[in-house]
């Protein structure tokens, strides 16, 4: 019922920055949690970044200062600002929904998830 899209990944240099998007459609409401994830190869996915419908934004220790999260004034549109990138930060990455207006940082609790774009720093 929602569709997500991501764009903006890459390839980048450490040290420079990419700026990812999230679109998304469908049966969107302002009353969800969304947030971006990755998953490097052999890895847990991860939360990066959460948003919950009053605006208020969570951050994971390891981007803590180097990324940031965002929304348009419609919320049907989601970044993620990502500077000082590291080679460990190579990993496709998620943007996802809750479907609902619990907001936690375990990707069990979101609903509806994009198909992913890959980032990859050397």
């Known amino acids: 019922h929602v569709q997500l899209v991501e764009s903006g990944g890459g390839s980048v240099q450490a040290g420079g920055s990419l700026r990812l998007s999230c679109a998304a459609s469908g049966h969107t409401s302002s009353s969800y949690c969304t947030g971006w994830f990755r998953q490097a190869p052999g890895k847990e996915r991860e939360q990066l970044a959460r948003?919950?419908?009053?605006?208020?934004?969570s951050y994971a220790d390891s981007v803590k200062g180097r990324f940031t999260l965002s929304r348009d004034s419609a919320k049907t549109t989601l970044f993620l600002q990502m500077n000082s990138l590291k080679p460990e930060d190579t990993a496709m990455y998620y943007c996802a929904a809750s479907g609902s207006a619990w907001c936690t940082p375990f990707s069990s609790d979101f609903t509806y998830w994009g198909q992913g774009t890959q980032v990859t720093v050397s």
């Open positions: 948003i919950d419908p009053q605006g208020g934004t």
